[in-house]
């Protein structure tokens, strides 16, 4: 019987996820091929003429048409790669995204500044798989993190990976609605409050590509209306929650940035506002600093 090596079998299925217009075809396929044989991609170089076996040979393929229809490849593998750890993701929750790591980076420049013997105290609305908070919550060993999603499925996921990554008793883990989460808790103010809500707008939903809007939770991806559904709320809700002189951080859609300032200006709360770019040079955070109680406060407009 013909066997296949590791290497034709390489050209093979990158060829025909080529056709089937995947991107970056060759690497799935090595990829999906270290996960059938639970090894990693520099194995396959060192193994490139032997042969695989039948049982592996289906379960390849199996993997390849799953990718090949659409599929997420990290739904396949059930691992994602944030802030160079290694998280659970399945179809409970988003796979994060290699931009969202820009929160990370903020609120550890935050918590750096802050210069208190007390731990630091942080709240992240939505975590969803928790890759934000438990990335956090792994680089700083002082700081305790609330993390909060509307649904259990995904705290679930969150759980396993604050497990996983050995961090989860910083992380308090709360069901429910954004800010609603923390009613009849007697939450403490925070230092620093960061979101990665859902902000896609209702007007673009069909626009997605096909393996976001049909794998993907809808829930944690549609912004409804401009996208501005949890976006809006939670401007208009985190200074309840944020200590004098607290940051707040939040991910959005670039051509969200202006409607966001603005909230943020006009209420007279923040100051310090500013717009962040990802690693492709749109608007992909604001942030604002609550005033200073000392600071000259203007009159609130009622956000
Ligand atoms: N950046 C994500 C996407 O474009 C959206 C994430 C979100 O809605 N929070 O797929």
Sequence with gaps: ???????????????????????????????????????????????????????????????????ATGEPLHYITGVREF???????????????????????????????????????????????????????????????????????????????????????????????????????????????LSNPPYVAEEEWDSLPREVKEHEPRPALDGGEKGMKFLAPIVRGAHEFLRPGGRLFLEMSPHQTEEIVSLLESSGIYDDIGRIMDYSGRYRLVTARKRKADAKTPKSKGL
């Excluded at 690497?27 to 091929?33: Q, R």
């Design 1 to 67: 019987m013909p066997f296949w090596s590791i290497g034709e079998l390489l050209k093979a299925s990158s060829d025909y996820l080529k056709r089937k217009k995947i991107d970056s075809p060759r690497l799935t396929a090595e990829v999906l091929l270290s996960h059938q044989l639970a090894s990693d991609r520099v194995s396959l170089y060192l193994h490139f003429d032997s042969p695989i076996n039948q049982g592996d040979l289906n379960g390849y393929r199996t993997l390849i048409s799953r990718r």
């Design 83 to 193: 802030w160079s750890m290694e998280f659970l993701v399945d179809p409970r929750v988003l796979i994060p995204r290699p931009e969202t790591e820009l929160l990370v980076e903020c609120a550890l420049k935050t918590a750096k500044d802050i210069d208190r013997q007390e731990e630091i105290l942080i709240l992240e609305l939505g975590t969803g798989s928790g890759a934000v908070a438990v990335s956090i919550a792994k680089e700083i060993p002082d700081c305790r993190i609330w993390a909060t999603d509307i649904s259990t499925d995904a705290l679930g996921v969150a759980k396993e990976n604050a497990v996983r990554h050995g961090v989860e008793n910083r992380i308090v883990l709360i069901s429910g609605d954004l800010f609603g989460a923390l009613v009849g808790r007697s939450s403490p103010l925070f230092d620093i409050i």
